[in-house]
């Protein structure tokens, strides 16, 4: 049974506690590095609308596999119009602030130009950028946090949810009848 509490409001645990868990081991873990993205942007990358994130920087090194899309506390006031000319209109008062919302596979990352940009980078890509090529969006209970720069660890919380979700989508592993 997947443990997903619902946790918004909730406060981190107090460190040593934290420390406890983080330690206990758990080999089914699934790494999760995390992104702050500004609302309404992460909306979109949420809902898998927006399979393109724009950043000015690469991951280091050249690394792949599951985001946790965090969602900033602060608005990016020209996405909503730039959206809304997509087709995707959304009003500052539906977006999530200042929580995780969602987690995404990092699947490709290139630079913006003809040569590896396909119809997702002509909607959403941004010239002179890193093309964060984003796959397999699903929303998580979410749970606030503060953003940080740059990839990071996600908090506990969002890992097991991450874990309980690859459970989930593995196809039937049966135990072997002995
Ligand atoms: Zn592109």
Do not use: Y
Request: glycine share 8%.
């Amino acid at each position: 049974m997947a443990r997903v509490r619902p946790l918004q409001g909730q406060r981190a645990p107090p460190s040593s506690v934290r420390e406890q868990i983080m330690s206990r081991p758990n080999e089914n873990a699934v790494e999760v590095k995390a992104l702050s993205v500004r609302p309404p942007w992460s909306e979109w990358i949420a809902d898998g609308i927006k399979q393109v994130e724009n950043r000015t920087w690469q991951p280091p090194n050249n690394w792949r596999g599951t985001l946790a899309i965090h969602a900033g506390k602060t608005l990016d006031w020209d996405g909503f119009w730039f959206g809304s000319r997509l087709g995707h209109c959304l009003d500052d008062t539906e977006v999530a602030r200042g929580e995780f919302i969602a987690v995404v596979n990092l699947v490709a990352v290139h630079r913006a130009g003809a040569v590896h940009c396909g119809e997702q980078c002509r909607e959403w890509g941004a010239p002179d950028c890193w093309h964060w090529m984003l796959a397999d969006a699903r929303r998580i209970v979410s749970i606030e946090w503060r953003g940080r720069l740059g990839l990071f660890a996600p908090p506990i919380d969002v890992i097991e949810q991450v874990t309980a979700l690859a459970a989930a989508a593995r196809p039937g592993r049966r135990r072997r009848d002995r």
